[in-house]
């Protein structure tokens, strides 16, 4: 086993030099590599040995038979105008001001239930349960004996009784509309003249209702949440988005995405709402998407893939200086690419240069290229294991500052 690994490792070895040495082959006549002076190392200061500049990329010429064997290609720099594709993942959820929950007003117990399962179909002021509470019947009553009292005042009466009772009677309407009694009901209680120790629960709101926590027969507390309905014609989209994108998430934009439920299809909302803190564990920003669903084919906890597309005509005050993503070769936070040198045929400039956001099949640069450059889109990792057949700084091998080196201390 052990012979069979050292093999192939051999394999390995030779066929690695077999390459490098394929465009060096020709070197001494003028095929492949034209090996260029190399910058002279200074004399020994002090015992200390100087190296070029740290960041510095020579230049590497090759023949013509050297380009085509590489699969030369070469891209002018230039200023456009891009689209920049910003992705969200995240989940359908409900929108939180088209949800409503009924609570028990009163302490009693549940003597009819009219919505009785999940899913049931209610419109806005439709009755949803009948609630029996004794409450009910103490306070009906101040409010029919304040209105009769008021009733009999005459006109001789005094006027700070004649306020009084008009102040009973005011508080007696707002004891009621504290228990859930709406104004209709009110009306209807004083047209009878007799108090009732029912109360008729109302939907607050039309849609589905996603929530029922009683039955028939159970006694409830004041506050306990008796159901909950959602209006699902109208949704949230919750994403998270990576902090480097946030300089493209705008309110108001419009975001597509699509559901597994439905491959192919493409839905649309648009950016509600940009949470002001980032989250420290995941280093993403909440982002919340309006999402219009009148044909009722999303559903909440759907899993979401959303794209953002910016049109992006100015970048730090001017047109962006683009190049083809294949030309960048990138290690890190470490991009080079390989200038072609207009008054050197075949020569090629290594260049260290900082790149901007992607944009499809582009890259904006921030710093390091003009517009009109000739950049290597294909054949610049050729180019690149080249310089490092040669021991020259390249992509993965950076100039970086030489071992010091003494010579002559004392004592030797």
Known sequence: MKKGKCWIISGVCILAAFAGGYLLCATSNGDGIQEEKKPQMSQMEHGVMKAPEIGAIPEITLSKKAQILAQIEVSEVMRKPVT?????YGTIDYDETRLARIAAWVAGRIDALYVDYLGSQVDEGQAMALIYSPELITAQSELIESKRILKDINESTLAFIKRSSQLGESASYQKL???????????????????????????????????????EGVYVKTGESLYAIADLTALWLICEAYESDLQWIKLGKEVAFQVEAFPGQDFKGTV?????????????????????NKQNLLKPGMFV????QTYVSEY?????????????????????????????????????ITLGPKAGDFYIVEEGLNEGERVVTNGNFKIDSAMQIQ??????????????????????
Do not use: C, W
Not at 187 to 194: T, V, Y
Not at 305 to 308: G, I, K, M
Not at 392 to 404: E, G, Q, W, Y
């Open 272 to 292: 509600s709402y940009i949470d002001p803190m980032v989250n420290e564990k995941t280093r993403t920003v909440r982002v919340r998407i309006d999402v219009s």
């Open 391 to 412: 021991a020259k700084p390249s992509m993965m091998n950076p100039a970086t500052k030489p071992n010091v080196i003494f010579e002559n201390l004392p004592g030797e």
């Open 177 to 215: 509309r504290l228990l859930g009694i709406t104004d209709k009901q009110i009306s209807e209680i004083l047209d009878r003249g007799i108090p009732s120790d029912h109360l008729t629960l109302h939907a607050p709101l039309g849609g589905t209702v996603i929530d029922l926590k009683i039955r």
């Open 84 to 88: 920049i594709t910003t992705p969200f």
């Open 316 to 352: 730090q005050n001017q047109m962006p200086i683009v190049i083809p993503a294949s030309a960048p070769l990138i290690t890190g936070k470490r991009a080079v690419v390989y200038i072609e040198k207009l008054d050197k045929p075949g020569t090629y400039e290594g260049r260290v």
């Open 305 to 308: 893939q959303a794209l953002q």
